[in-house]
């Protein structure tokens, strides 16, 4: 009976807040809320982009090529292997253990191989997310000076909010005008190692005595 009050007493304060707040949300949708704060949906600004789109589209074209490939060589190789299975009762035993374990080494290589590719749609993915983050941020500073706020805050980190005050759509419509699809800018090379930290500047020679 406690846990059932406390339950009606919690959506009943729930309710009392929407209402409180309704006022407020219907006069947001008819003029531009002035708020030091503005809110950013950060991965529906990157999917719904068309640079994430683009992104999106080219890892899952690349995540279904592996997996029909993957696909071929899971066949190609249960057909060896039943090959090998029906010498084996013809074979010395010596020399079906030279070709086992070829086969063996065989399939370790291309599994390790094929992994690579896996490693490298993923790598290529976290680039694009990071290139696109990257670029976005002077679109993002332009947003905040023109609202006059202060702050753009991830929205997942708000509990409750204005709509007004969230510029996920118009960041959207502004990164596309800048960067478009990305199809101008260099695609991400996976094989690149991080280049790190630069190199510190040479100190300046001590004076002479």
């Given at each position: ?13 729930v ?7 309704a006022?407020f ?11 030091a ?32 490939e993957n696909?071929?060589?899971e066949?190609?190789l249960e057909?060896?292997?039943r090959a090998?299975?029906?010498k ?6 010596d ?12 399939v370790n290589?291309?599994?390790t ?6 490693r ?18 002077p679109?993002?500073?332009?947003l905040?000076?023109d609202?006059?706020?202060?702050a ?7 509990i ?10 118009l ?13 101008d800018m260099p695609?991400?090379?996976p ?9 510190p500047a ?8």
């Open positions: 009976m406690g846990r059932a009050a406390s339950s009606l007493g919690l959506r009943a304060a309710l009392a807040l929407s209402l409180s707040l006022p949300c219907v006069a947001a949708q008819d003029a531009q809320v002035e708020s704060i503005l809110t950013l949906d950060q991965d529906r600004f990157f999917a719904e982009s068309a640079f994430g789109k683009a992104a999106i589209a080219r890892e899952e074209a690349a995540m279904s090529a592996l997996a029909a696909l071929k060589i066949q190609q057909a060896e292997e090998l299975t029906v084996r009762p013809t074979m010395p035993t020399e079906f253990a030279v070709l086992a374990k070829e086969f063996d080494t065989k290589r291309i599994r191989g094929q992994d690579a590719k896996s490298d749609i993923t790598r290529v993915r976290d680039a694009d997310r990071q290139r696109f983050l990257q670029s976005a941020v679109v993002l500073g332009e905040l000076a609202q006059s706020a202060v753009i805050i991830d929205k997942g980190a708000i409750l909010s204005l709509s007004a005050i969230d510029v996920t759509d960041a959207i419509q502004r990164v596309n005008a800048v960067l478009g699809d990305g199809s695609p991400p090379d094989a690149s190692p991080d280049p790190g930290p630069p190199d040479p100190a300046d020679p001590p004076p002479a005595p």
